[in-house]
C-alpha cells in the first residue's frame, strides 16, 4: 500500500542552528502537506504544496516539493525554542480523502 | 476553518470496558476521519465517517472493536471496545472543510490498565 516515509526520526538542535527533514512517498502525490504537532497538542496545518518543483517561505521555514512530486523537505533557518514539536508530512490516501502520515521527525532545540 | 470539539480529553479505562469519543463540528462537512496515535508514534487512520452510511475502516481496524457513528453532518462517535492496555493511545478526530487542510479535535489520550 501507499506508505510516506520521514527521516530522521528525531533532530536535536542548539537554537540557532537550522534543521531539516526529509519526506518520500511510494508513489506520485497529487499534493503534499506539512504538520506541525506540539508536545500534547494536536497536529496544525502549515502549508500544502501542489506544483512540481515548488518551493513556499514561511518566515524561517522553506518548503518544497519535488519535481516528481514524490518527495519533500521542510529546512528551519536559525531554530528557536518555539520550533520544538513534531513535524509530519502528508500526502492523500489512494480515496483522494483521508491523509497518509509519514512518521514524523520530532526537533528538540536547547538555548 | 472548522473548529472541532472532542470529549473527554482524556480517561482512564478498565480492560474489557468500552469508551465513546465525541466529536462535534462547528459545521457541516460530508466526512470525518479517526486516527490512532500511538505513544511517539504517527498518526494512523483507523476509518472514515460518512453520514447516513457505514464508516470505512482501514486495513487492521474492524467494525466491531471500533464502531463509529455519524448521525447527522457535524457529529460523530467512536467507540473503543473491549478495551486492553495496547489500546492506550490518542485518538484524534479530523475533517477537511471544503479545502484539503485537515483540521483535528484536541485528541483523547486513552489510558487503560
Known amino acids: 500500500g501507499q506508505q510516506v516515509m520521514q527521516i530522521p526520526q528525531y533532530q536535536h538542535v542548539q537554537e540557532g542552528e537550522d534543521f531539516t527533514t526529509y519526506c518520500n512517498s511510494s508513489t506520485t502525490l497529487s499534493n503534499i502537506q506539512w504538520y506541525k504537532q506540539r508536545p500534547g497538542g494536536h497536529p496544525v496545518f502549515l502549508i500544502q504544496l501542489v506544483k512540481s518543483g515548488e518551493v513556499k517561505k514561511q518566515k524561517r521555514l522553506t518548503f518544497q516539493f519535488g519535481e516528481a512530486k514524490k518527495n519533500s523537505s521542510l529546512h528551519i533557518t536559525a531554530t528557536q525554542t518555539t520550533d520544538v514539536g513534531t513535524y509530519f508530512c502528508?500526502?492523500?490516501?489512494?480515496?483522494?480523502?483521508?491523509?497518509?502520515f509519514g512518521k514524523g521527525t520530532t526537533l528538540s532545540v536547547s538555548s | 476553518s472548522a473548529v472541532i470539539s472532542q470529549k473527554p480529553s482524556r480517561d482512564i479505562c478498565q480492560r474489557g470496558t468500552s469508551l465513546t469519543i465525541q466529536c462535534q463540528v462547528d459545521s457541516q462537512v460530508t466526512m470525518m476521519f479517526w486516527y490512532r496515535q500511538q505513544p511517539g508514534q504517527s498518526l494512523t487512520l483507523i476509518a472514515t465517517a460518512n453520514q447516513g452510511s457505514e464508516a470505512t475502516y482501514e486495513s487492521g481496524f474492524v467494525i466491531d472493536k471500533f464502531p463509529i457513528s455519524r448521525p447527522n453532518l457535524t457529529f460523530s462517535t467512536l467507540t473503543v471496545s473491549n478495551m486492553s492496555p495496547e489500546d492506550s493511545s490518542i485518538y484524534l478526530c479530523?475533517?477537511?472543510?471544503?479545502?484539503?487542510?485537515?483540521?483535528f479535535g484536541q485528541g483523547t489520550r486513552l489510558t487503560v490498565v
Open positions: 479530523s475533517v477537511n472543510h471544503g479545502t484539503v487542510e485537515a483540521f
Open positions: 502528508a500526502g492523500p490516501g489512494q480515496a483522494g480523502t483521508a491523509l497518509i
